[in-house]
């Protein structure tokens, strides 16, 4: 009966997530953002295929599901064990998420 009505409901998949984000706890004891604040509305924006959207709110985004992706192919595929492409990979989103941040601090 309660499946039935999640089904047939006319709200989205989008819709609920825009109205299911979690609260950041970093933001929410100092009142400061975290460096990952906005992953979240950056995901459903991408989601939404709104490309630009989803950079403006959060620049490293796209960069941290590139990495997520090319983390797990490495893993599920052993035997090309490519880890030097992995590393740069990493190494470009924590400065891309670093550098992203210090923005946000000092000019937003």
Same mark, same amino acid.
């Given at each position: 009966?309660? #499946?039935?009505?999640? =089904?047939?409901?006319?709200?989205?998949?989008?819709?609920?997530?825009?109205?299911?984000? &979690?609260?950041?706890?970093?933001?929410?004891? #100092?009142?400061?953002?975290?460096?990952?604040?906005? =992953?979240?509305?950056?995901?459903?924006?991408?989601? #939404? +295929?709104? !490309? !630009?959207?989803?950079? &403006?709110? /959060?620049?490293?985004?796209?960069?941290?599901?590139?990495?997520?992706?090319? +983390? &797990?192919?490495? /893993?599920?595929?052993?035997?090309?064990?490519? /880890? !030097?492409? =992995?590393?740069?990979?990493?190494?470009?989103?924590?400065?891309?998420?670093? =550098?992203? /941040?210090?923005?946000?601090?000092?000019?937003?």
């Amino acid at each position: 009966m309660i #499946t039935s009505h999640v =089904f047939c409901s006319s709200v989205s998949f989008v819709d609920w997530l825009q109205n299911h984000l &979690l609260p950041c706890p970093f933001k929410t004891i #100092t009142g400061f953002d975290c460096p990952g604040c906005g =992953f979240q509305r950056s995901l459903v924006a991408l989601i #939404t +295929g709104d !490309f !630009f959207k989803s950079l &403006l709110l /959060y620049p490293p985004g796209i960069s941290i599901i590139i990495s997520f992706l090319s +983390g &797990l192919f490495f /893993y599920n595929f052993p035997k090309n064990r490519k /880890y !030097f492409l =992995f590393k740069p990979i990493v190494i470009i989103t924590g400065n891309i998420i670093m =550098f992203s /941040y210090i923005y946000k601090m000092l000019f937003a």
